[in-house]
């Protein structure tokens, strides 16, 4: 468990760390390791060096790079500078990047050699932005970030940080409308340490690998890294998502905790050489951001031999709100379909249009309660009165239920919702039964219009090597095993599913094709 009397606010997570454990390796990035000394002199100079830029309470530091180890020194001396670190979205198109870095009126702003060109392209179009700040080098008009960082003073900047502070903003994958900036503070994170302490999966023992692999411009990749940080343990930091790397690394760093979400575990275990690797260090893998199919989980246990918790939640939520422990994963438990149950300290309800409970096994939008749902968003008053109701409730726009046992299950997102003849269809259940079929590596379902039905299922389907089933298998598979009103009355095969970072599915991209005609995008 996190000490948080210790380490009430990022800021003081490398102090402490600095000064229980100083040679201690925090974080290892490409064959280079930054010792909490490191750390905590690194994440100090940074500060200064924001500050004397003109950097203030409440302002925005954006990041645009590809994942790297010093991120996490430019984040901590944000927090220590009372600034928010706004990492940006890498696979966003530069307009999109544009907008964001405008949106959070980015003052500075650290780059990747990947975006220097993307950053010419759009740098008059951002008024705000004072200072661009080169991570790699290579410029003669920006500062090189180690020489820029190594010239800074070492001195505490003496600033005193405070729960209400923002210290990360991310933006909203963006899927419909404009991305929104979520604020985080460390009130927020305070309560992920107290909460998410409690729980086996967040709990590291000092010195132990873990995997930092997801994006940090998600919730779910800057979090592995706070955890671990906070915990004496060491973030293992890949740039990126690659399955060999994964797989090298896994025996040669003795990784114990790994969060993947479900796209990469499927990648992990359709690898070649996957049961060749010696997994017995992994202790645990986490896994969310998007639904897993039961066959898929259950290959995936048996091949690592590691314990499975699921986690569901929101950046709104930072990235908390039910998990499913390790036992339920037990197929004799039943509760292979579900997400688990609430946080400790955490509220969860599924909600019907008047924003009352509704019984248990019907479905609802979920609503969640708790101290690390986030402050709001960003220069969006109206967005935030929303999403988050008088009594605190956070209206997460996703359909699940309760069973009998107060374990929670995700139909899909509520704006995803199938209707079919006036039934309601909820893409995810549709999938779940798919998956299971030998032929089928990744599977999305869609509605399309239909004249006689408003709506008719579709299920757009990513084959297997080496198997070709056909529309015909997979509708008389998925009728086996869902109501035949649910079932795909067409079938599409294609290369590989639109994904956006946190591995959800793009279903508007899916969806644009067959409704672009139409009047309304709905039946």
């Not at 049961?275 to 896994?287: A, E, G, H, N, S």
């Not at 009352?356 to 402050?375: D, W």
Request: glycine share 8%.
């Amino acid at each position: 468990m996190i000490d948080v009397k210790a380490m009430p606010h990022l800021a003081d997570i490398p102090r402490v760390q600095a000064g229980i454990r100083p040679d201690a390796t925090a974080f290892w990035f490409e064959g280079e390791t930054t010792s909490f000394a490191q750390l905590e002199t690194r994440s100090t100079q940074v500060a200064n060096g924001l500050i004397a830029l003109g950097v203030q309470t409440d302002d925005r530091v954006g990041y645009l790079a590809k994942n790297t180890s010093v991120y996490y020194e430019m984040m901590f001396g944000a927090a220590k500078a009372r600034a928010a670190m706004t990492a940006v979205n890498t696979r966003l198109a530069p307009p999109e990047v544009q907008f964001i870095l405008s949106d959070a009126r980015v003052k500075i702003l650290f780059v990747g050699k990947d975006f220097y060109s993307m950053i010419d392209q759009i740098r008059a179009d951002l008024p705000d932005l004072e200072q661009v700040i080169a991570i790699d080098g290579e410029r003669d008009d920006w500062p090189s970030y180690t020489i820029w960082r190594d010239g800074q003073s070492t001195d505490a900047p003496g600033i005193e940080t405070h729960d209400t502070d923002d210290v990360i903003q991310l933006y909203t994958s963006g899927t419909t409308g404009m991305p929104k900036g979520v604020q985080l503070t460390n009130g927020n994170y305070r309560a992920i340490f107290e909460q998410a302490g409690q729980l086996d999966w967040a709990s590291y023992d000092v010195g132990d690998a873990v995997m930092n692999a997801m994006p940090l411009f998600h919730v779910a990749g800057v979090n592995i890294g706070i955890l671990t940080a906070a915990q004496g343990a060491n973030a293992v930091v890949l740039r990126e998502i690659d399955p060999t790397l994964i797989l090298k690394l896994i025996p040669e760093h003795k990784i114990a905790h790994a969060f993947w979400v479900p796209a990469v575990i499927l990648m992990l275990t359709q690898m070649p050489n996957v049961r060749d690797i010696d997994w017995t260090p992994l202790k645990q893998v986490f896994y969310g951001a998007s639904p897993i199919a039961e066959s898929l989980l259950l290959d995936a246990k048996e091949i690592m031999g590691a314990k499975f918790t699921q986690l569901y939640g929101l950046t709104e939520t930072g990235g908390c709100g039910t998990y499913l422990p390790p036992e339920a994963h037990d197929p004799s438990w039943g509760k292979l379909r579900s997400c688990g149950v609430p946080y400790p300290a955490t509220i969860v309800r599924c909600l019907d249009a008047e924003g009352n409970s509704v019984p248990t096994g019907e479905v609802g939008e979920i609503a969640i309660k708790s101290a690390f749902v986030m402050k709001g968003y960003w220069n969006r008053p109206d967005a935030t009165a929303e999403a988050i109701d008088e009594y605190g409730f956070f209206r997460t726009g996703d359909a699940g239920y309760f069973d009998e046992d107060g374990f929670l299950y995700i139909h899909d997102r509520v704006k995803d919702m199938i209707v079919s003849g006036g039934e309601n269809i909820y893409p995810a259940e549709v999938e779940n039964a798919i998956f299971g079929h030998p032929g089928v590596a990744d599977v999305a379902v869609i509605g399309v219009p239909d004249e006689k039905w408003g709506e008719a299922v579709k299920a757009i389907i990513v084959v297997k090597p080496g198997e070709s089933p056909t529309q015909e298998d997979i509708i008389a598979y998925a009728r086996e095993r869902i109501a035949g009103y649910k079932c795909p009355k067409t079938v599409e095969f294609i290369e590989a599913l639109p994904r956006n970072p946190s591995g959800k599915i793009l279903r508007k991209d899916l969806r644009e094709v067959y409704w672009k005609d139409q009047e309304r995008r709905v039946s």
